[in-house]
């Protein structure tokens, strides 16, 4: 269906070469079945640090250069949120395939799109859910399938810093770029792991509330350090630092709290999965425990092996997926349940009651 020589790497195009764009250059480069051929972003410096990774290519500012090259197989979308779906749609018009970072979009609507775009083009869309290529998250998935747990009943998120809102004043603060903060942000990783565990559970209705009360006045908020820093005072804050609801689904039920910041000093990053016969806590991004009972004792239970690289597991699936047409874990269609529920929360929080599904 995706016809390319299944012996040659997938030529892919880096578009936007900031954070993640850095993490997209050394994963491509580490698996085998594709490679850099391009880079682009509007900032010099930043193509400049790609090439350091990944050697000589092309380089430009402009994408649309990327887009009509014949040598492009592929391209990696790691823009603003904001630029998500008018990039990726003019990128499979193009005739490339996608690889689009994590949120979709900044709307539910504008995912749907890019998902029928898709189709249309007969290109693959892809999304960077990394956490669907970790280790420690598919072990669990055979676990919760096999019924170790009994029933699950109950999932219990925590996303939690104290001082951590990113680049303050950026695109990540500016909800007209980001179309969010810390749930699209943060909590989109952890509602799709979930949602990829449990074979995605068909959502009844959601209930949130975001809550963006400490940095309004951008000079006024303190902090130990910041990630996408440093701050920019001439910038905007007006997305949510901090985040809480529940999701009633005909699976288990699930709550959530996330904070880029909040008035205690504690950090939290797991995901609880509670059965009937057992229970597994998941420390996001790295291992879990079970927690069980034989006839005799209670015991709990910890893998000793380290997962492996879960953005070169990405990139491999991607790239397999292009040359041999195999389904891939991340396919758009397979993640827009999670958009929903995202697009669900920020109505929620805006109307101040329940969303029926
Ligand atoms: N999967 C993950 O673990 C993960 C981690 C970090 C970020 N992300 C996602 O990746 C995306 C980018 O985040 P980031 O942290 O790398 O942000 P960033 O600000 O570090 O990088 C964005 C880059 O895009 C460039 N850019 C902006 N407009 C452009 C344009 N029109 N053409 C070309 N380049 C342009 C900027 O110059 C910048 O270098 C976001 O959607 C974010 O949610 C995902």
Redesign the pocket.
């Known amino acids: 269906m995706y016809s390319t020589n299944m012996n040659d790497p997938v030529s892919i195009g880096l578009?936007?070469?900031?954070?993640?764009?850095r993490?997209h250059a050394a994963s491509i480069a580490k698996a085998a079945n594709c490679r850099v051929v391009s880079a682009?972003?509007?900032?010099p410096s930043?193509v400049a640090r790609v090439s350091e990774i990944v050697g000589d290519v092309v380089m430009t500012?402009e994408?649309r250069d990327v887009l009509a090259d014949p040598g492009v197989t592929a391209v990696t979308v790691?823009?603003?949120?904001n630029?998500?779906a008018s990039v990726t749609i003019e990128a499979l018009r193009a005739g490339k395939h996608v690889f689009c970072?994590?949120?979709i979009a900044t709307t539910f609507d504008d995912a749907v799109e890019m998902a029928r775009v898709a189709k249309e083009t007969g290109k693959r869309l892809v999304i960077?859910v990394?956490n669907r290529f970790a280790d420690s998250v598919n072990q669990i998935k055979t676990i919760v399938a096999r019924g170790d747990l009994g029933e699950v009943y109950q999932i219990n998120i925590k996303f939690k810093a104290y001082r951590s809102i990113p680049?303050l004043g950026?695109?990540f603060t500016d909800k007209s770029r980001s179309g969010g903060g810390v749930m699209i942000?943060w909590g989109v990783?952890y509602l799709d792991l979930v949602f990829y565990i449990l074979d995605t559970p068909t959502v009844r209705s959601v209930s949130g509330k975001g809550f963006g009360r400490l940095a309004r006045d951008l000079s006024s908020y303190k902090f130990l350090d910041m990630w996408?820093g440093p701050p920019d005072f001439s910038g905007v804050c007006d997305v949510e630092e901090y985040a809480s609801g529940v999701i009633r689904t005909d699976g288990p039920f699930i709550n959530f709290e996330g904070a880029w910041a909040h008035n205690i000093n504690e950090r939290a990053a797991y995901v609880d999965f509670i059965g009937d016969k057992g229970g597994i806590r998941l420390q996001y991004g790295g291992g879990f425990t079970v927690y069980g009972q034989t006839e005799d004792f209670l015991y709990e239970m910890k893998p000793v092996k380290k997962d492996s690289d879960f953005y070169v597991n990405e990139f491999r699936e991607f790239a397999d997926s292009i040359a041999g047409g195999k389904p891939n874990r991340a396919d758009i269609e397979r993640v827009l349940p999670v958009q929903k529920v995202l697009s669900m929360f920020y109505e929620s929080s805006d109307a101040d009651r329940e969303i029926l599904a």
Request: charged share 15%; with cysteine; aromatic share 6%.
């Open positions: 578009i936007g070469c900031g954070t993640i764009g993490v682009c972003d509007i900032e930043a500012s994408y790691g823009l603003p949120n630029l998500h970072e994590k949120p960077g990394v680049g950026s695109w942000d990783h996408a």
